[in-house]
Nanobody, 128 residues
């Protein structure tokens, strides 16, 4: 089955850190741009960060810039989202999604792409 699998979510105190992982299953992630998107209760889904297929281009929503870092390891078919200095407003279900984009060299938040695959989501709760 072709899918993305997220992991790494959980409960963390304000100011804490989490690292989310997004691994492909059944297909190779090389050639795909990947986005992390989140949806908080009662709010619309928003793009958080995205990375080009080569990893050479990344971008972030203004709300997370300077706190979150996206990276990828194509050898492991995995994309990561390192989240530092977490705030209560970061609480949401985080989804990763992959778009076939081998020739796109630049990605830009809010990471609106025609995604081919989605993960099931991993919840992040920031609370004291």
């Amino acid at each position: 089955q072709l899918q993305l699998v997220e992991s790494g979510g959980g409960l963390v105190q304000p100011g804490g850190s989490l690292r989310l992982s997004c691994a492909s299953s059944g297909f190779i992630l090389d050639g795909y741009a990947v986005g992390w998107l989140r949806q908080a209760p009662g709010k619309e889904r928003e793009g958080v960060s995205c990375i080009s297929s080569s990893g050479g281009s990344t971008d972030y929503a203004d709300s997370v810039k300077g706190r979150f870092t996206i990276s990828r390891d194509n050898a492991k078919n995995t994309v990561y989202l390192q989240m530092n200095s977490l705030k209560p407003e970061d609480t949401a279900v985080y989804y990763c999604a992959a778009a076939w984009a081998p020739y796109i060299t630049t990605v830009q938040a809010p990471c609106d792409m025609s995604y081919d695959y989605w993960g099931q989501g991993t919840p992040v709760a920031v609370s004291s």
